[in-house]
T-cell receptor, first 114, second 111 residues
Framework: GAGVSQSPSNKVTEKGKDVELRCDPI?????LYWYRQRLGQGLEFLIY????????KSGLPSDRFSAERTGESVSTLTIQRTQQEDSAVYLC????????????FGSGTRLTVV | AQRVTQPEKLLSVFKGAPVELKCNYS??????LFWYVQYSRQRLQLLLR??SRESIKGFTADLNKGETSFHLKKPFAQEEDSAMYYC?????????????FGAGTRLFVKA
């Protein structure tokens, strides 16, 4: 596609429910990142996919968080048993194989846990 | 460990004044450094990267390995420069190659 697409753009969920966030990267981009941005704060690294290599999950805050990616295309970030502190904007970014070109970000999913 | 520090959360300058947004990093290898910008109600976007030594929208940034800095500068700030600016570093860390971001600096250019 023309850019990185994320859905839904907004999600309000009740505490304890599971949510699934989707990211559709730019075609041909092998690297895909998920970041979390809490209100008034910077970007917090969550997980990184690069081609067919094992993902770097070192940023996932708890075992309630998981992410998958199908080949070099769509990725889903799943949060189980959501908590209020999970409320944030979840950003996805992709880049060509060489990170030196920088990343293209999606517009994010704003998650609100009530 | 990789670390990016942006010491100022908020920077306010008058239109036409010079602006410098500070970024310091910690990394043992050769880093790849970037500045990203997020204008109001827009998505985060790449502003410039150190390897290209380019000037975008009048902004420049020089990598100073001795001071481990990558400050963003513009000689004459414009109102439309008001935005959130993030410094980022890509490098090989304990978990593999990754990009980390600073906490960001909000630039406010006053008329």
């Amino acid at each position: 596609g023309a850019g990185v697409s994320q859905s839904p753009s907004n999600k309000v969920t009740e505490k304890g429910k599971d949510v699934e966030l989707r990211c559709d990267p730019i075609s041909g981009h092998t690297a895909l990142y998920w970041y979390r941005q809490r209100l008034g704060q910077g970007l917090e690294f969550l997980i990184y996919f690069q081609g067919n290599s094992a993902p770097d999950k070192s940023g996932l805050p708890s075992d309630r968080f998981s992410a998958e990616r199908t080949g070099e295309s769509v990725s889903t970030l799943t949060i189980q048993r959501t908590q209020q502190e999970d409320s944030a904007v979840y950003l996805c970014a992709s880049s060509p194989q060489t990170e030196a070109y920088g990343y293209t970000f999606g517009s994010g999913t704003r998650l609100t846990v009530v | 460990a990789q670390r990016v520090t942006q010491p100022e959360k908020l920077l306010s300058v008058f239109k036409g004044a010079p602006v410098e947004l500070k970024c310091n990093y910690s990394y043992s290898g050769s880093p790849e450094l970037f500045w990203y910008v997020q204008y109001s109600r827009q998505r985060l976007q790449l502003l410039l990267r150190h390897i290209s030594r380019e000037s975008i929208k009048g902004f420049t940034a020089d990598l100073n390995k001795g001071e481990t800095s990558f400050h963003l500068k513009k000689p004459f700030a414009q109102e439309e420069d008001s935005a959130m600016y993030y410094c980022a570093l890509s490098g090989l860390g304990a978990g593999g190659f990754k990009t980390i971001f600073g906490a960001g600096t909000r630039l406010f250019v006053k008329a």
